[in-house]
């Protein structure tokens, strides 16, 4: 079971934060800054007003911040230089939470008071990454994007970094003249400083966690597609990237029909460079996205959808913590699955959807530890990325369709409005969902028996849901009859595909693999070869299923494709991809050297988080029992790798990727 709030390290209702928001919380922040591509870092004064929260005890009088990989050079308190000290919380530790910085406040102050902390990250602080001119697709100038969710907004700026916290922002950014400067928030225009310099200003009026706060800083372009809609990237992909997310101002009218109006005024895409870890983040007002999504014929832009819904579910109505981050990302997609089947006027297609979820949160189960399977997971002592899966989205998902089912969906369509409405610019625990949900139905006879409890708080799958099978079935037929040619019962499927969308092929492949992983069996090496000469696979352009058919082709261990392979897996940097392959080759007998000499190779490409994650993966790579000495020698290689070659922010990654894997091991 969770512990109590007295139970915890932090003393804190949230595992995550060392700030002390229960006590002093800051409401606004205004930010002054300047970005150096020189040094890797970017310094300024992050000012905050804090509010001391009415419950708490008067002699109280130290508002606490978290601060991860910060230089901290002083503090003033409503103009007056203060004291401050910066110090590990026992249990909890500095490798994942950072420091906590303390600030004592005049016993005077009742309202607001302004703190000022003059700081400057460093070349560590993981929420940035530094990219230099070679990753860059126009090769001349470096560029920056920041990722803070879960818990590294506190290693770009002192910050009270717990969603429970929500802040308006303003910024002053400085950067260099060539650059253009982009924030999650409103742009307030630019000027030009006297040495020559620009000045970006933005500002966030709605009340927003601080895992919300972004910045991107790069030579960049833009394309309006609409009134309240921009697309950015580099100059050079601009228009590809305006073709591909054209439908953005379609999905988010059909977002508001599903729930509330808009509340952040705009919507802008960036697409950044491929080394970015995740498929979307719901950066307020401008969503960032991989360019893995640029398929040419905007088969993948289910994502900026999932984006757009997280302007609701996530940003506007967010978990309380991230123990309840299904809260943000269950919600999501089921709303993205909505989106997507009225868009396409066809409610079969978030059946077809689910389908394709259902084989996630499979493989995630069998890889995860019990802790982490449950819905709501027990994360104290953890980097809550270490707990990331499907199982917040899928299981998330899951639940929200059982209860739909059992109201029916009007009615849990118009509780879904009902819901945002009510905790809108706040957060949301599971116990205060399944409250305000039982409250909405009250009485419901078909919800008399249901297992709130076992949902929450068991580890593994949920129960097995019935889904549609209209739109899977085609592609599920043709999965089985490779299936049977690769036993020898059968000629190579003569099924014309041509006509086949994205989503049918991706699902015809994933019923291979799952029913290869169910079957625990491999394919015949000819099986993926003819299956290359039927559709032209190894040439595909098309990221998801081009993945999917290197799944299939390192479990055949077929290496006539182990070069397109591991090209797929050095030129983009998504986790959802090179996850899997690293994890799949290091296991194969085909590609475990490759694996290796191949991660340590690129290893500065990757953005820190997926280095650690892939490092950590590697290291469990045998799975059984029993086999800790080897994994833990090849996690280790992998470090002193990183050590010898002075790359030291990869070293620090995969330090603590051992970490990682050995505490899975022990769960
Ligand atoms: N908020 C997530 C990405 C994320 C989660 C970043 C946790 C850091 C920690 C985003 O909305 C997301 O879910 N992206 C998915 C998109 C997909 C489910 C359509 C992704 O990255 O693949
Ligand atoms: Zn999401």
Not at 203 to 229: E, H
Not at 511 to 535: F, N, W
Not at 569 to 584: E, H, I, S, W
């Amino acid at each position: 079971m969770a512990l109590t709030d007295s139970e915890r390290a932090n003393n804190s209702q949230d595992p995550s934060t060392l700030s002390n928001p229960d006590v002093f919380r800051c409401t606004h922040l205004q930010l002054d800054c300047a970005v150096s591509f020189e040094t890797k870092t970017i310094s300024g004064v992050a000012t905050y007003d804090v509010e001391r929260v009415s419950s708490a005890q008067s002699d109280e009088d130290k508002v606490f911040f978290d601060a991860k990989e910060l230089i901290i050079n002083g503090v003033k308190v409503n103009g007056k230089e203060t004291a401050h000290t910066l110090s590990a919380v026992p249990g909890m530790d500095p490798e994942v939470f950072g420091l906590r910085l303390s600030i004592t406040l005049p016993r005077s102050s009742l309202g607001t008071s302004k703190v000022s902390i003059s700081y400057s990250t460093t070349p560590r602080s993981s929420a940035i990454q530094w990219l230099p001119p070679s990753q860059t697709l126009g090769k001349l100038r470096p560029y920056l994007f920041t990722q803070c969710q879960a818990i590294h907004a506190r290693t770009l700026l002192p910050c009270q970094d717990a969603p429970a916290v929500k802040i308006t922002y303003k910024a002053n950014v400085t950067v260099s003249a060539w650059a253009t400067c982009l924030m999650s928030a409103l742009s307030k225009g630019s000027t030009t400083t006297s040495s020559g310099k620009t000045i970006w200003t933005w500002d966030q009026p709605v009340p927003t966690s601080t895992y919300l706060i972004a910045l991107c800083v790069g030579d960049l372009s833009s394309r309006d597609i609409s009134k309240r809609c921009r697309v950015w990237a580099e100059p050079g992909i601009v228009d590809a990237v305006a073709y591909e997310f054209a439908e953005t101002e379609e999905f988010l009218k059909t977002a508001e029909e599903l729930t509330i109006p808009y509340m952040w005024g705009r919507y802008d895409v960036v697409c950044l460079p491929p080394s970015f870890p995740y498929g979307g983040m719901e950066n307020p007002c401008l969503t960032f996205v991989t360019p893995t999504l640029l398929a040419g014929d905007r088969s993948l832009a289910d994502v900026v959808a999932h984006e757009i819904a997280h302007s609701w579910t996530g940003n506007l109505v967010t978990n309380s913590t991230w123990e309840h981050f299904w809260l943000n990302e269950g919600w999501t997609t089921w709303l993205q699955r909505k989106i997507m089947a009225k868009m396409k006027d066809d409610d079969k297609f978030f059946d077809f959807d689910a389908i394709g979820g259902w084989k996630h949160l499979t493989d995630d189960v069998a890889l995860l530890p019990d802790n982490f399977s449950r819905l709501v997971p027990i994360i104290d002592g953890c980097d809550p990325d270490e707990a990331f899966s499907g199982v917040p989205y899928e299981k998330g998902f899951n639940l929200l369709v059982d209860l739909e089912r059992r109201v029916g969906s009007p009615a849990f369509g118009q509780y879904a409005k009902t819901y945002l409405g009510t905790f809108k610019y706040v957060t949301v625990t599971s116990t205060e969902f399944r409250t305000h949900f039982m409250n909405y139905f009250k009485g419901h006879k078909n919800l008399k028996d249901f297992d709130w409890e076992g949902w929450f708080h068991k580890p593994g799958l949920c129960p097995t849901p019935t889904f549609d099978r209209t739109l899977s079935q085609g592609s599920e037929d043709l999965a089985a009859a490779w299936l049977s040619y690769d036993e020898g019962k059968g000629e190579v499927p003569k099924v014309d595909t041509k006509g086949w969308n994205t989503n049918q092929r991706t699902c015809f492949l994933d019923a291979m693999l799952v029913a290869l992983e169910k079957a625990d069996r491999k394919l015949q090496k000819g099986t993926t070869v003819s299956m290359d000469r039927a559709y032209g696979y190894s040439k595909v352009k098309n990221s998801e299923i081009l993945h999917r058919y290197s799944l299939l082709c390192i479990n055949a261990e077929d290496d006539t494709n182990l070069k397109t392979i591991l090209k797929f897996v050095t030129t983009q940097g998504r986790m959802k991809f090179v996850r899997p392959l690293y994890r799949a080759l290091y296991k194969s007998k085909m590609g475990r050297s490759a694996a290796i000499k191949t991660f340590k190779e690129n290893a500065d490409f990757y953005h820190p988080i997926a280095a650690k994650m892939v490092a950590a993966d590697m290291g469990m790579g045998e799975g059984g029992e029993g086999e800790d000495e080897g994994a833990r020698k090849a996690a280790a290689d992998v470090a002193e790798f990183f050590v010898d070659n002075k790359m030291a922010i990869a070293a620090v990654g995969i330090a603590a990727a051992v970490g990682i894997y050995l505490t899975r091991r022990k769960k």
